[in-house]
């Protein structure tokens, strides 16, 4: 596999990671909340933890490809953090703006 397939690939687990906080309503995959529903702070949560796990995912690749990481300054970490972020604008979108007008239309048709 090719450097540019590998950058790839992790981008494509980056996107998918950044928007399963919004597509499932249990805490963390496996607890269900009491009310029902995950509220939005979970779901922030469950972003930023996802977030480090593909960093130290990366983190390892990076180390077994080039023989060590590359130190990297605050700079790095706030524009990734950005960019993860943005990879979860179609899952908020489907949750909060077109998930949730269906369940209010719906609600008022009955």
């Not at 996802?50 to 590359?70: D, F, K, N, P």
């Amino acid at each position: 596999m090719s450097q540019d397939a590998g950058i790839f690939i992790v981008l494509a687990f980056a996107v998918l990671a950044a928007n399963l906080p919004f597509l499932f309503d249990r805490i963390f995959f496996i607890v269900r909340p009491a009310s029902g529903h995950k509220g939005f702070f979970w779901r922030l949560l469950e972003l930023f933890v996802l977030y480090m796990g593909i960093g130290v995912l990366t983190r390892i690749l990076e180390r077994q490809a080039h023989g060590s990481a590359y130190p990297q300054g605050w700079e790095f970490y706030v524009t990734t953090l950005s960019l993860f972020v943005v990879f979860a604008f179609p899952g908020f979108v489907y949750r909060y703006l077109w998930h949730g007008v269906r369940h209010r239309v719906g609600a008022v048709r009955t």
